[in-house]
T-cell receptor, first 115, second 112 residues
Framework: DVKVTQSSRYLVKRTGEKVFLECVQD?????MFWYRQDPGLGLRLIYF???????EKGDIPEGYSVSREKKERFSLILESASTNQTSMYLC??????????????FGPGTRLTVL | AQTVTQSQPEMSVQEAETVTLSCTYD???????LFWYKQPPSRQMILVIR??????QNATENRFSVNFQKAAKSFSLKISDSQLGDTAMYFC?????????FGTGTSLTVIP
C-alpha cells in the first residue's frame, strides 16, 4: 500500500515562528502536493512539485515556501507564521504513470494552530 | 476557470437507505478525470471512485456509483445500503494535467 506520512498530527506555534511541515511518501511518486483544508472552503492547493528541486505555485502560495531535496520528501515552510495560517494541512502524492496515474494519495494531515 | 461546486454542505441518511451527493464542475478541458474522495472523522482522505471523462459508462465500486452527465458537467455520487462507516466528509474533485480541483465538501451522517 502507498503510504504518505506527515511529521505531526497536531502542532501549536506562536506568531512569527518559522514552521516546517514534513511529508514523506514511500512509493517513488514523482508528484507531491501541499493543500490546506478549511471548513467551507474545501482543499486549496498551496504548492506542488513534479520532480526533485522542482516546484510550482498553486492557488494560495503567499506566506508559504516549499523544499524538495529528495524524491520522497516534500516540506512546507511557513517563514513567519500568522494566525490566519491556522488550518489543516494535507500532503498528497501521485505517480506520473501506471494504473494509479490519476489518483492522489493523501497523508493523515497536520492540524496547525498559530497563537 | 476550473471550479467544483457541492451545493449540499450537510446531509443525513438512515442506515441501509440510499443517498445521492451532488457535484457540478466547470472546465473548458475535454480530457479530465473526476473523483469522489471520502474523509472519515479524524482519518485519512481516501479515494472512493473515479470516472474518466471520455468514458460514457458510469463507474461503480460496490455500493458506490456515479451518475456522470458530461454535457451538464454533473457528477453525483450514489451510496446504496448506507452503513455507519460511511459517515464522513465527501469531496468531489476533477483533475486536468497536474492540478486537482476540489469542491467544498458534503458532510454525510449515517443515522442508525
Amino acid at each position: 500500500d502507498v503510504k504518505v506520512t506527515q511529521s505531526s498530527r497536531y502542532l501549536v506555534k506562536r506568531t512569527g515562528e518559522k514552521v516546517f511541515l514534513e511529508c514523506v511518501q514511500d512509493m517513488d511518486h514523482e508528484n507531491m502536493f501541499w493543500y490546506r483544508q478549511d471548513p467551507g472552503l474545501g482543499l486549496r492547493l498551496i504548492y506542488f512539485s513534479y520532480d526533485v528541486k522542482m516546484k510550482e505555485k498553486g492557488d494560495i502560495p503567499e506566506g508559504y515556501s516549499v523544499s524538495r531535496e529528495k524524491k520522497e520528501r516534500f516540506s512546507l515552510i511557513l517563514e513567519s507564521a500568522s494566525t490566519n495560517q491556522t488550518s489543516m494541512y494535507l500532503c498528497a502524492s501521485r505517480p506520473s504513470s501506471g494504473t494509479a496515474y490519476n489518483e492522489q494519495f493523501f497523508g493523515p494531515g497536520t492540524r496547525l494552530t498559530v497563537l | 476557470a476550473q471550479t467544483v461546486t457541492q451545493s449540499q454542505p450537510e446531509m443525513s441518511v438512515q442506515e441501509a437507505e440510499t443517498v445521492t451527493l451532488s457535484c457540478t464542475y466547470d472546465t473548458s478541458e475535454n480530457n479530465y478525470y473526476l473523483f469522489w474522495y471520502k474523509q472519515p472523522p479524524s482519518r485519512q482522505m481516501i479515494l472512493v471512485i473515479r470516472q474518466e471523462a471520455y468514458k460514457q459508462q458510469n463507474a461503480t465500486e460496490n455500493r458506490f456509483s456515479v451518475n456522470f452527465q458530461k454535457a451538464a458537467k454533473s457528477f453525483s455520487l450514489k451510496i446504496s445500503d448506507s452503513q455507519l462507516g460511511d459517515t464522513a466528509m465527501y469531496f468531489c474533485a476533477f483533475n486536468t494535467g497536474n492540478q486537482f480541483y476540489f469542491g467544498t465538501g458534503t458532510s454525510l451522517t449515517v443515522i442508525p
